[in-house]
């Protein structure tokens, strides 16, 4: 397993943009597939995009597609989502999940073996 620390949540306003952060520990981080997930309250947690171990295949959830971006840099064990246009329905806790050697089912959260403490992200009308 690899530990992950999330970054980068805040607080901003509707049609704003945040980018988060994911550090992973250890050396294999390049075996694994990166997820994040939300959770707002209230509700259960949801994804919300995927990166493949190589970063040539991206996935979103259909309610952030156009707006969201993930992408990773291997060398630096990190894997980040670009937010933009930001709405008040984003709000939520966002947790960094790794998957090893993982190339289907990103979407699900049993496919991943190691999760971050998740990092606010509330967005205000």
């Known amino acids: 397993q690899v530990q992950l620390v999330e970054s980068g949540g805040g607080l901003v306003q509707a049609g704003g943009s945040l980018r988060l952060s994911c550090a992973a520990s250890?050396?294999?981080?390049?075996?694994?597939?990166m997820g994040w997930f939300r959770q707002a309250p209230g509700k259960e947690r949801e994804f919300v995009a995927a990166?493949?171990?190589?970063?040539?295949?991206?996935y979103y959830s259909d309610s952030v597609k156009g707006r969201f971006t993930i992408s990773r840099t291997n060398a630096k064990n990190t894997v980040y989502l670009q937010m933009n246009g930001l709405k008040p329905e984003d709000t939520a806790v966002y947790y960094c999940a790794a998957a090893f050697q993982q190339t289907y089912g990103l979407g699900r959260e049993v496919s991943y073996d190691s999760w971050g403490q998740g990092t606010q992200v509330t967005v205000s009308s």
């Open positions: 990166i493949s171990w190589s970063g040539r295949s991206t």
């Open positions: 250890g050396r294999t981080f390049s075996s694994y597939a």
